[in-house]
């Protein structure tokens, strides 16, 4: 079992940035990808970004490739999601996830083993 944990969520003025840690703990070495999805009010659940923990390749949602950036801290078992310019319609909850499938699309829910609980970030003036 892999227990993920958001932190870093904020109410924060358009433009703005913001940097989302997840830590993760247990079998960790158990999971090969690490991604950040989000809920918007009203919208399904979406892919933001991913990374793949054994040559931290990275995959970016392409409506946010421009302003968002997922990295990871293996040594601290912690993945960081970076997001630049944020506008209105960033306002979420952003949810860290793990999966131990290695190949396949980043961003398809189901292929997720793990999840946080989420962290709310608002974007307003």
């Known amino acids: 079992q892999v227990q993920l944990v958001e932190s870093g969520g904020v109410s924060v003025q358009p433009g703005g940035s913001l940097r989302l840690p997840c830590v993760a703990s247990?079998?960790?070495?158990?999971?090969?990808?690490m991604a950040w999805f989000r809920e918007r009010p009203g919208k399904a659940r979406e892919g933001v970004a991913a990374?793949?923990?054994?040559?931290?390749?990275?995959h970016y949602r392409d409506s946010l490739a421009d302003r968002v950036a997922i990295s990871l801290d293996n040594a601290k078992n912690t993945v960081y999601l970076q997001m630049d310019n944020l506008v209105p319609e960033d306002t979420a909850t952003y949810y860290c996830?793990?999966?131990?499938?290695?190949?396949?699309?980043?961003?398809?829910?189901?292929?997720?083993?793990?999840w946080g609980q989420g962290t709310q970030v608002t974007v307003s003036s």
């Open positions: 996830a793990a999966r131990v499938q290695r190949g396949g699309p980043w961003s398809i829910m189901s292929s997720y083993d793990y």
């Open positions: 247990g079998d960790t070495d158990s999971t090969n990808i």
């Open positions: 990374i793949v923990k054994r040559n931290y390749i990275t």
